[in-house]
């Protein structure tokens, strides 16, 4: 090959060399060397990252470093193109554990982007005062305790962008951020306390959310005329929204909730034209309907627990507000509408009106309207049958109102999508429509406190999804719908207060209701003994196991939103509504009904069961010892029976058993003094003439216990006790028949007889005593 072909080879290979990603230069050795004395320097956890998920997956990426790889094909490691400095290092979710806290320097000197985020840090990384050049630093989701370090003030002074410090436990003041170039400062949930630090006008993001920042918002954030965010909820900032806030013109997100903020809203806002969102809930804030802001970009505003008042004008709403999607205005002062109009002419998502003063007409939700409450108000009048045009409803709350009429029929199936439907305290009347249809997605139906008559719609059991159904005084009648139990989904079924009747016949080997935790069938007209096939079927209330991660309260969620399902019981002997259930509380209550018989022994396998009320029945026998195996029982009522015979000494094992009514029943002997039991005053045991011990002033005879008696033994002793009486009462009657016979004469052959048992007794009563006592001694 010439000479020439040689060169021109050469030179095609270092083209080609040159213009291939591969080719790109090495890391520099220094680099290298001062990456692997950093994995060397730390120690790996594999507990380290605790915070990681889905998207961020954990495991050691500094295992795979290896000095005979170029460190920029390190997992973790961006490099330069042209030069090869290594310019970031990516180690979230890294076992890096408790580590990195020596004096020694990472002699990264081009290094723009470090991100420690989920890697169980305890203390700011020391080696970040060696790095001069850093825009973007990530430390959030650690452990990171104490005051911010004074040296890290001087850490990327001039150079320093964005600033991640969220999700630790960072305490102290801050003064002032002084970072020029800082755009994104993100102080989430920390511990830090005093006066809100405000960021240099650089600053586009800031948040500042969930920690206990105290004071005023002082005017000098009005001078952030760069800012987009600003995010100051879950605080305790006091006082008024500054005056100048209006001069924030580029602000898109403004949060303030979850403060102590009061006053009106400050009339300078309309000039930010951009804001999209504004969130003001749960503050102190006083003030009319905003109508006067204007905002065309605004789709979500949030003004809920305040005190908001007056009138809302439905049409200049539309006008200020085309662009609203999310409307959320509960728990305030506002009344009534200046309007005839409803929101079905919007395109309004989430429609939030609940415990307000708002009154008359029903008003229509959107036809896009997925989740629509106006609970607790004084709206009146019937439920239109339009209401069934809002097919992609997920949550409707018409709750305690002044509704009247008979529901439309097309309620019950009128869209795929709708998840809870209360319509409960409210007016309503007729039957329950009976047209539940396959496919449909209903988890909660309160239609409590009503005045539904008839019989349940057999149709209920297509309802494959529900969790809660709450029937509750109403005027239905008709037998226990034992076919609810195919539901497998079914845990609260509440049907209180109604006139149900009948016995709860539930044949053997018949799996029904295996997920029922509350079950409240009293004031009914039920009768019969107590239902032991039905209890041996409450899986749910003898194995909790299932449920040891389920959330805390039977909450169902929805976008930018969520339900409560809440109930009234009769807890702990005070009928109260739970506002939030939560999904370990198990309850029966068949009270106030006509149950006869036993106590089942069985009911003592519901080892989760919390509350036990079967009161005001007509109950005999003993209260089975099985009772004392319900370990987490909280209350318990069986007052008002004919129960008899001693209180078991294994209730003493109930240690959680705060209220107690065994009140006008039948029990005799000791009352129990274990655990808390001594704690349990006299109320509880009233009506119980032959009880006692504390707390009743009546002393027991030495050795009496509480289980000396059981119902057997109670009877016998009142059947001998009872001859006893009858044979000492005929006696006292004989003697005084015979007296008065002596006395009169007549007639005159007992008068002779019982003067010749006279003259034997005074001749036997003269004998020497010595063969008196021999005769006994015989």
Not at 364 to 369: E, G, R
Not at 658 to 667: A, D, M, R, V
Not at 693 to 708: D, H
């Amino acid at each position: 090959m010439k000479r020439h072909q040689i060169l021109g080879l050469l030179h095609f290979l270092f083209f080609l060399h040159s213009s291939l990603p591969f080719a790109s230069p090495l890391c520099p050795p220094d680099q290298r060397d001062s990456l692997l004395h950093f994995k060397n320097s730390s120690v790996l956890d594999v507990k380290a990252s605790d915070y990681c998920h889905s998207s961020y997956p954990s495991y050691p990426k500094t295992n795979l470093w290896n000095k005979d790889v170029d460190c920029c094909l390190w997992d973790g490691v961006t490099c330069e193109n042209v030069t090869g400095n290594v310019i970031g290092l990516d180690l979230t979710c890294n076992w890096l554990g408790d580590a990195l806290y020596s004096n020694s320097s990472l002699l990264l000197p081009k290094l723009e982007v470090l991100l420690l985020r989920s890697c169980n840090l305890t203390r700011f990384p020391y080696f970040l005062n060696s790095l001069k050049g850093l825009k973007d630093l990530d430390l959030s989701f650690n452990m990171i305790s104490g005051e911010i370090p004074e040296w890290f003030s001087g850490t990327s002074h001039d150079t320093l962008e964005k600033l991640i410090i969220s999700h630790n436990l960072l305490n102290g003041s801050i003064q002032q951020l002084h970072r020029k170039q800082l755009f994104y400062i993100d102080l989430e949930k920390n511990l830090f306390q005093g006066p809100l630090p405000i960021p240099p006008p650089s600053t586009s993001y800031f948040y500042a959310s969930d920690n206990d920042f105290t004071g005023e918002i002082p005017s000098s954030i009005c001078k952030l005329s760069s800012l987009k965010l600003l995010d100051l909820s879950k605080n305790s900032l006091s006082g008024y929204m500054p005056p100048c806030f209006g001069n924030i013109t580029n602000l898109v997100d403004l949060d303030l909730s979850n403060n102590k903020l009061q006053g009106p809203l400050p009339r300078s806002l309309v000039k930010c034209a951009n804001l999209s969102v504004l969130l003001l809930n749960h503050n102190e804030f006083s003030d009319i309907f905003p109508h006067w802001l204007g905002v065309p970009q605004l789709y979500l505003l949030d003004l809920q627990s305040n005190n908001f008042h007056g009138r809302i004008n439905l049409r200049a709403l539309k006008l200020s507000f085309p662009a609203l999607a999310y409307l959320f205005l509960s728990n305030n002062n506002f009344i009534g509408w200046s309007s005839m109009e409803d929101f079905s002419n919007t395109s309004l998502l989430v429609i939030d009106l609940s415990n307000n003063k708002f009154g008359g007409p029903f008003l229509l939700p959107s036809p896009v309207t997925s989740y629509y409450s106006i609970a607790s108000n004084n709206f009146a009048g019937k439920i239109p049958s339009l209401i069934c045009n809002a097919t992609e409803v997920e949550m409707i709350d018409l709750s305690n109102n002044s509704l009247m009429g008979s529901l439309p029929p097309c309620i019950t199936n009128f869209g795929t999508r709708l998840s809870i439907l209360n319509l409960g305290m409210n007016n309503l009347e007729g039957t329950i429509p009976q047209s539940f249809s396959s496919g449909n997605s209903l988890m909660t139906l309160d239609l409590s406190q009503n005045r539904f008559e008839g019989k349940l719609p057999q149709s209920l059991e297509k309802c494959g999804f529900l969790e809660v159904l709450d029937l509750s005084d109403n005027r239905i009648k008709d037998t226990f719908p034992r076919w609810l139990g195919i539901l497998p989904q079914l845990k609260v079924l509440i049907l209180r207060s109604n006139h149900f009747e009948g016995f709860l016949d539930i044949p053997r080997q018949i799996d029904l209701f295996p997920k029922l935790k509350m079950l409240d069938l009293s004031n009914n007209n039920f009768g019969g003994p107590l239902p032991a096939n039905l209890i041996m079927n409450l899986k749910a209330m003898m194995n909790g196991n299932d449920e040891l991660e389920s959330p805390l309260y039977m909450t169902q969620y929805f976008e930018k939103s969520s339900y409560d399902n809440f109930v009234i019981v009769a807890l702990k002997g005070y009928g109260l509504t739970l506002m939030k259930i939560r999904t370990r509380l198990t309850i029966i209550d068949l009270s106030y009904n006509s149950f006869e018989g036993d106590i089942p022994e069985v009911i003592g396998h519901l080892n989760f069961l919390n509350g036990l009320n079967l009161s005001h029945n007509h109950l005999i026998g003993s209260i089975p010892p099985t009772l004392g195996n319900m370990v987490n029982l909280e209350w318990l009522d069986v007052s008002s029976n004919k129960l008899c015979g001693g209180i078991p000494t294994a209730l003493e094992n109930l240690t959680f058993l705060e209220f107690l009514n065994l009140s006008n029943n039948q029990l005799i002997g000791r009352i129990p003094q274990g655990n808390q039991w001594a704690t349990f005053e006299s109320d509880s045991f009233i009506g119980n003439p032959g009880l006692c011990g504390t707390p009743f002033p009546k002393e027991c005879s030495p050795g009496l216990s509480s289980s000396t008696f059981n119902c057997k033994g109670h009877e016998i002793w009142f059947k001998q006790n009872t001859v006893w009486i009858g044979y000492s009462s005929g006696i006292v009657i004989g003697i005084s028949i015979a007296y008065i016979a002596v006395e009169i004469g007549r007639p005159r052959w007992l008068a002779q007889g019982v003067r010749m048992l006279e003259r034997k007794a005074a001749e036997w009563m003269e004998k020497p005593k010595q063969k008196v006592i021999k005769f006994y001694g015989q």
